[in-house]
């Protein structure tokens, strides 16, 4: 995914959808099945763990701006992603996000109308995506070698009432070269997700998202020592 335009503000229009449009979704997720399938090896463990009927926050470990486009391709049910704001400031993007279900989140100011979105999908029973890093990272940055995740994710929790499913994804990193996208099966993945956690009900105050922040951060590395024990490969397959 390119770097965000700046060409058209972000409107109240970004959130009425409150469900992607299922023929378009489908349609995309089809093309991007067949793209991975004739180019990747995909080596999964834990996906039943994400199908989980009723709300649920898919939380995703973040090397790539193809990482939501993996999960959506290897999850059976929609995923309403949440995505940076800066990206709904290109009208070609917008348009594209808005009809695949997205939706946007301000990271670093009113955050509120992304908050309030992401809870009324809960609520109805969606599965959110959401990178709880807030960003691409890597090396010690990342959250699987022990980096915090922010607290917004311990707060959606809280307050939807729902789990949080939290997912590894590998290999995405390096699918910005043609190299992996031969049709010879060159391009390799790695995703291992772990079991829902469950914030407290009464969780969303700071202590209880501190508290429920560590343990999904524990959870992230946890799951990469998992993947690396599962699928044998040198620590460099995460940046």
Avoid at 15 to 42: D, E, I
Avoid at 44 to 52: E, F, M, N, P, S
Avoid at 61 to 75: A, E, I, N, R, T
Avoid at 106 to 119: D, F, M, S, T, Y
């Amino acid at each position: 995914m390119p770097e965000p335009c700046q060409t058209a503000p972000v409107t109240a229009r970004h959130f009425r959808r409150l469900q992607a449009p299922a023929r378009f979704y489908a349609v995309v997720r089809a093309f991007w099945q067949f793209a991975f399938g004739a180019a990747m090896r995909v080596k999964v463990h834990g996906l039943d763990h994400a199908g989980l009927k009723g709300g649920a926050l898919l939380a995703v470990s973040h090397v790539s701006h193809l990482d939501p486009v993996v999960m959506s391709v290897l999850l059976k049910n929609p995923v309403s992603w949440m995505a940076r704001e800066e990206f709904y400031r290109c009208r070609s993007w917008a348009a594209f996000l808005d009809r695949i279900g997205a939706f946007p989140i301000n990271r670093h100011g009113k955050a509120l109308p992304g908050v309030r979105e992401a809870l009324a999908r809960l609520r109805r029973g969606e599965m959110v995506g959401i990178f709880p890093e807030g960003e691409i990272m890597a090396g010690g940055d990342s959250v699987v070698r022990g980096a915090p995740v922010r607290r917004g994710v311990a707060l959606l929790a809280a307050r939807a009432g729902v789990p949080v499913v939290p997912v590894v994804v590998s290999g995405t990193q390096r699918l910005n070269s043609p190299g992996p996208w031969l049709p010879l099966k060159l391009g390799r993945l790695w995703v291992v997700a772990g079991a829902p956690l469950k914030a407290p009900a009464n969780g969303s105050g700071r202590a209880g998202r501190d508290a429920f922040a560590k343990q999904l951060e524990q959870a992230f590395v946890e799951l990469y020592g998992e993947l690396r024990h599962r699928f044998p490969e040198p620590e460099s397959i995460i940046p």
